[in-house]
T-cell receptor, first 114, second 114 residues
Framework: QKEVEQNSGPLSVPEGAIASLNCTYS??????FFWYRQYSGKSPELIMS????GDKEDGRFTAQLNKASQYVSLLIRDSQPSDSATYLC??????????????FGTGTLLAVQP | NAGVTQTPKFQVLKTGQSMTLQCAQD?????MYWYRQDPGMGLRLIYY???????DKGEVPNGYNVSRLNKREFSLRLESAAPSQTSVYFC?????????????FGEGSRLTVL
């Protein structure tokens, strides 16, 4: 079992729709969770972080965390063609109280159709 | 504003050759990382340096060595390149050992080993 699992996609949604991206993780003691966006041929960039159960909203993006189910999701409202990218889920691994490793999933490719 | 700079951006090696990937950051970050990214495998941590003077193995350290030359620079060395090391390599840095999960990535170095 991979430590962080994502469906590789592609996930295809029409412009203006809600895109829902999902991620599961295996280490129950993980405390920090992140979503990175990576455009083709580019480097990843952080778009959302979440640490507590529930929802966290930032503009058109909402991150959801359910630690009991070991599940993290990212919702993108009013999807735009410019949102087309690979979305990487990352889980922070703690050592001695500090997070000093990020374990990444393989990413989900999102394609927003105009 | 350079951020994280990696050199070279592209390199072709023959099996058995050695090379060093250079990485420098100008953000005064404490922690630096080397990842490799392969199709279907996602980003995998090779080595990291939580602070100047320290280095630790990540998920896939075999065949690599690193040097944290000073606070700004973190190099990755392949002593005897193998085709399995064909990949895109990303250097990244962060201020606080990933407590916020925000890794700043370089543009990547695409390495092909023939």
């Amino acid at each position: 079992q991979k430590e962080v699992e994502q469906n590789s996609g592609p996930l295809s949604v029409p412009e203006g729709a809600i895109a829902s991206l999902n991620c599961t993780y295996s280490d129950r003691v993980s405390q920090s969770f992140f979503w990175y966006r990576q455009y083709s041929g580019k480097s990843p960039e952080l778009i959302m972080s979440i640490y507590s159960n529930g929802d966290k909203e930032d503009g058109r993006f909402t991150a959801q965390l359910n630690k009991a189910s070991q599940y993290v999701s990212l919702l993108i409202r009013d999807s735009q063609p410019s949102d087309s990218a690979t979305y990487l889920c990352a889980v922070g691994r703690n050592y001695g109280g500090a997070t000093n490793k990020l374990i990444f999933g393989t990413g989900t490719l999102l394609a927003v159709q105009p | 504003n350079a951020g994280v700079t990696q050199t070279p951006k592209f390199q072709v090696l023959k099996t058995g050759q050695s090379m060093t990937l250079q990485c420098a950051q100008d953000m005064n970050h404490n922690s630096m990382y080397w990842y490799r990214q392969d199709p279907g495998m996602g980003l995998r941590l090779i080595y990291y340096s939580a602070s100047e003077g320290t280095t630790d193995k990540g998920e896939v350290p075999n065949g690599y060595n690193v040097s944290r030359l000073n606070k700004r620079e973190f190099s990755l060395r392949l002593e005897s390149a193998a085709p399995s090391q064909t990949s895109v390599y990303f250097c990244a840095s962060t201020w606080d050992g990933l407590n916020t999960g925000e890794l700043f990535f370089g543009e990547g170095s695409r390495l092909t080993v023939l």
